[in-house]
């Protein structure tokens, strides 16, 4: 299907070009067009609402409000200026920067304070309902009052530089007007940043609708950061895997990056997690992910499309990407921000450079361009409109996530065909190399001996390729085994993830929707470090981890894991004892075993922590050692014993297979984790030559034996 598409013509090419920009255009003037608020604005600080109801019709407080320039004024100070006669006649209009404001015949810079009021007169309906403020973000610090009230304030204002503290963050205030009239009195300071001031909408409405809305807004970005991080991971994890092919590292690495980005936009996810982390290296953070995505994403279209960039292209990016990431590191915010056209213009170029390449690409055929020049179309139309929305030219928020979101789907699925593709061409290069060989086997049966020599010599040749082939087999399965892995075991959380999205946007039940959100947060958490066991386990399964095997003192081994997470256990309420059999004093008596130490280790930890887990507080852990020397060869024993639920006697057979889970229903004990840890342990265990298996009532706790060899100097 994809050839054919490919082998359009090149005015067919042109038609879906114009076709998506037409179709972006329509929905961006759809959005732009659609009304989500009554259509008023305030006049010289007063703003009349006394004709609607904002309950449940929210509106975004646009027009003049009243404007006191390098003054910081509560809202006493303001009500004694108007009893004494003082009226101000400044009005600024909001959203907007005070930058290029014009005051006393001068153009005002980024830098200052000041403080805003505006007044607004509700309708009969609205005086006793409960209604909240949406608060922005805001350059840099405020402090907001209602009614005299003071009720949401971010960083520090003050009247210079060293009094001031910048915080960016989003609120929701709630209050009761009590009247009909409300007033809203804002102090704002900025000697950080480029611009200052109110330079996106408040919205004011009814606290049960804006709390939906914003939750709404809460929840599809952390869909689409997560998204957008499980993404990069995931094509990291091909190029640990595959490293001939760098695409998928340069495509990760933009994805990871833009996942980052997002967290540091729209509802702020990133100062929500971390909200003492530094204000000046969040900046950092946002625009350097901002300076590096066009060099990121040059790398990966050159991988994909080799020989479509020129030379001095690269050359030109490497050393503009690096000026502006210096200048973003070694200067202050006050700076770099205004140089954020300047790094818009350099992204946007760079992606008008590739779409160029592109079109040529996809005029000759090649496979994969005209799917990667349209969805490059998409982003590029939601990235400029970001620009402008930072500057205040666009009304539209920030597009950018959904657009790279489109972007990163669509290559991934160019990628995973080129994945299926190359390893169609191996097994088929493979194979033809495989039936050359049988037949210059057959053509040199009866030659002479000088023929036979050099047949040998390429038999020999042939089984160093056969060697290298089922090196690259075995790499190739754990990589398939990864890959099904992650695919089995992430489509569940992941479909259950959209499905709590999709239970908040449809307002299924609301009064659940901060659990909803908490479970999306967890289960993110929670996929990657499930990424982490299984990449470990598939290299466990297939062969590709090394071991460091030594002899070591049996008892000594369990008497320094006892010490180091003697404290662990305790912690977490439980008891925890060594039992060695034959006491401290006749410790020295006990066999060698011959060991990685660091692995065996992490297998008997494993099993600790799986009795933690399953183990109530109060409860009693028991790690023991003892040597067996009916068996032939003798080996050594470590239990670990726990009091815990137990495991009923019918699946002690099958809690070591990497898809078992055991919860019992009659318990309220919630037990976490990714059910990994069991099968880790068994292949470290039988890569020691030994073996484990458990033992249990179903009621009273439930005991785990690994059985080890002994070490023999005579057997070496």
Known sequence: MFRDILRVSSRTILLHIIFVVVIGLVISYAVMSAPDSPPVRSEQGILDLTQGHIRTNPVKLEGEWTFYWHQLLSPEDIRSRMEMGGQSDRYINIPGSWLGYQSDGQELTGEGFATFRLLIKLSEQD??????????????????????????????VGQDKSNMTPQLATKLVFFQPESDTLELVMQVSNFYHNRGGITKEIELGGSNVLTVQTKLKVATDMFITASLLVIGLYNLMLFLLRRQDRAPLYFGLFTLLFGIRSMLNGELMFTQFFPDFPWELQFKMEYLTLCLGGYVITKYYECIFPNYVSRWFRLGSRIVTGLLCLVVVITPALIYTKMLMLIGAVVVLHMAYLMVGLAKAAMQHMEGAL???????????????????????????????AGLLIFTIAQLILLSSRFTRAATNEVRIAHELQEANDRLTDMNTNLEQLVKERTHALSAAHEDLRKSYEQLLRSEHGRKKLLAYITHDLRLPL????GYVEAVKDMVKPERNEQYLKYIRDNTIRINHMIGELSFLSHLETGQVEYHMEPVHAADFLHRFFEQYELVVLDAGLDFTLDIGRGEDQRADFPHIEIDEQR?????????????????????????????ETEDPSIVIISVQDSGMGIPPDQLEQIFDRNYRYDRPSTDMKVEGSGLGLAICREIVQAHGGSVHADSDGETGSIFYISLPLYSIAGR
């Open 127 to 156: 005086r006793n309902e409960r209604l909240a403020l949406r608060l922005p973000t805001i350059f840099h610090a405020y402090k907001l009052w209602v009614n005299g009230e003071l009720l949401a304030e971010a960083g520090r």
């Open 371 to 401: 799917i990667f020049l349209l969805v490059s179309v998409v982003a590029l139309v939601t990235v400029i409109n970001d620009f402008l929305y930072f500057n205040e030219w666009s009304p539209i928020g920030n597009t950018s996530p």
């Open 495 to 498: 479909s259950s993830m959209l």
């Open 600 to 628: 065996l280790e992490q297998a008997l930890f494993n099993l600790v922590s799986n009795a933690m887990k399953f183990t109530s507080t109060g409860g009693i852990i028991r790690l023991a050692l003892a040597v067996d």
